[in-house]
């Protein structure tokens, strides 16, 4: 962040607080109509395990569909978060101060989201505590050679550090808010801070603490993605079965994630008035990231198919034909167009400085991201070794609702989260800027 | 958990070089038994005070070598006590447990590093027996000096002189002893 800024200890702690000031009309419109779409998906949900899994468009062959790919893509947009807070810190990246604190939201509410599907995958969800390592019957644990369950690990893994890391980061800033506010607040405030007082101490414990939480949430970034990726890899599914699957996942997950930072930081600095904060330096770093991801994802949907051709297996060359010029066709074109071609406009400065190209830009590279999980899971299973076993997907209504219900989600905890705690990390940018001198 | 130790001046400073002059002048007293309150850690206190290195560190390691040994524990365990035999191949798989044990070490890790903060950082404590002032967090400085009530009186003429805007004093009660003694 350039310290010619004009941003003073006062300034920034003022407008922090003006991010918390009661919302606006157009605020609560939003909410309502949040809440709608959570009702359509509660709706979806709910009727689906009143009436059975019929009511999905899941069937024999295509049994893994719309919710796994939901699932994937939710932990996917969970990765930007943590690269941007933890490897960015590590790597003393100072525009990531302002930035980091919404995308580590984003990591944190994009897993609450995911972690739901799995429930909604089963069929049974009051069931779903077979999936823990706990002996059912005869002290039979679930199977750990399954990727099934190592994915289970990743993802409360995941979770649970990325929420440690985001609340402790949080400390501070609450302690802040815990002396400026007067009343219920104030009390509500004071206990969140746990007593935080900035003794030299203090800090001394929590900068090792933040460290360490980085040093061990930054692996979990490569991890938790292969992780998500060998439940495909390690079957025997043409179009899955690839060694190239886990960095593969890794990429997009991160290409996805850093456009929904986006899509949430634009909006921000506008309604909260953060220009000083998120300058359009950071968004342009963030577009320039992307630009990367695309070159990497692009260079994976080359190799696949490249492999595809070289390997010489007939069922992994003709499922791959199949995706680019079968059924599914609009789908696999509209992932190569939406995530490789599209981020391609951030080479000119004009497109990665513009709010509406950036949003744009990065609404593609979240549908485009979405459909890359839809390409692998259902073109894939839709189009296995027998042709008499083929079939395919068909969407179904019950599905539509529980995917608006899971968008619904993610946006309002993001909503209220901006509502009552800080999105800009103030100690952070504190930390960049000239402390109070004599004059 | 409180980090309270008795008797104590908190002087508060509005700037940064002060706060420093503040830290000299202890020094040069030879006045050890002070501890500093900052908005944000920066680099100019750090050098002033010299801190040895976090002892949370050692949490982290306790904490991932614990996760470590309970994920290949957990994995061999159940294996051991449902053995699913497939093919005559052995039934303890290496790759895949190791995976189980990478993870937990993480988050056992994280868990730990999370409880050392805690520990050494004297936290939480809600109710903040300390003397303190709410500007602390936002843009002032303070350095907070624990003594005896006129070794308190001289730093207190001490930090003024560098330049501190306001100087809060807390003094530890102590316990009236039993007047009904024999």
Known sequence: MPSSYNLSYTKTDADLLNTLKSPSKGYWVALAILSIGLLIGAYGWGSQIYYGMGMSGKNNPVGWALYITTFVFWVGIAHSGTLISAILFLFRVRWRAPVYRSAEAVTVFALCVAGLFPLIHLGRPWVFYWMLPIPQMGEMFPNFKSPLVWDLFAVFTYLTVSSTFFVLGMMPDVAILRDKFRGWKKKVYGVLALGWRGTDQQWRHYTAAYLFLAALATPLVISVHSIVSWDFAMSVVPGWHDTIFAPYFVAGAIHSGLAMVIILLVPMRKWFSLKEYITDHHLASLAKLMIFTAFVVGFAYAIEFFMAWYGGDIYKRDVFLFRAFGPYWWSFWGLFFFNFILPMLFWWHKYRTNTVWLIVVSIGVSIGMWLERFVIIVTSLSHEYNPFAWGSHFLTSTEVYIIIGSFSLFFFLFMVFAKILPVVSNWEVKEVIEPPKKK | ?182
Not at chain 2, 10 to 17: K, M
């Open chain 2, 1 to 182: 958990m409180s980090a309270y130790k008795g008797s104590h001046i908190l002087s508060v400073y509005a700037t940064i070089d002060e706060l420093i002059e503040g830290i000299h002048a202890l020094k040069k007293e030879g006045k050890k038994k002070f501890s500093v309150i900052s908005p944000v850690p920066h680099h100019d206190i750090e050098h002033e005070l010299h801190p040895k290195p976090s002892p949370v560190r050692v949490f982290t390691l306790i904490g991932g070598l614990f996760g470590f040994t309970l994920g290949w524990a957990l994995t061999y365990y159940a294996t051991e006590s449902y053995p699913l035999i497939v093919g005559g191949k052995p039934y303890i798989s290496i790759p895949p447990y190791g995976i189980i044990a990478y993870i937990l070490t993480i988050l056992f890790g994280a868990l730990a590093t999370i409880a050392g903060l805690f520990i050494n950082a004297r936290l939480p404590e809600f109710v903040i027996k300390d003397a303190y002032d709410e500007r602390l967090s936002s843009d002032h400085f303070a350095i907070q000096y624990y003594g005896d009530e006129t070794e308190l009186d001289t730093v207190k003429d001490i930090l003024n002189k560098t330049g501190a805007v306001e100087t809060h004093k807390k003094i530890e009660e102590i316990p009236q002893k039993n007047q009904f003694v024999d």
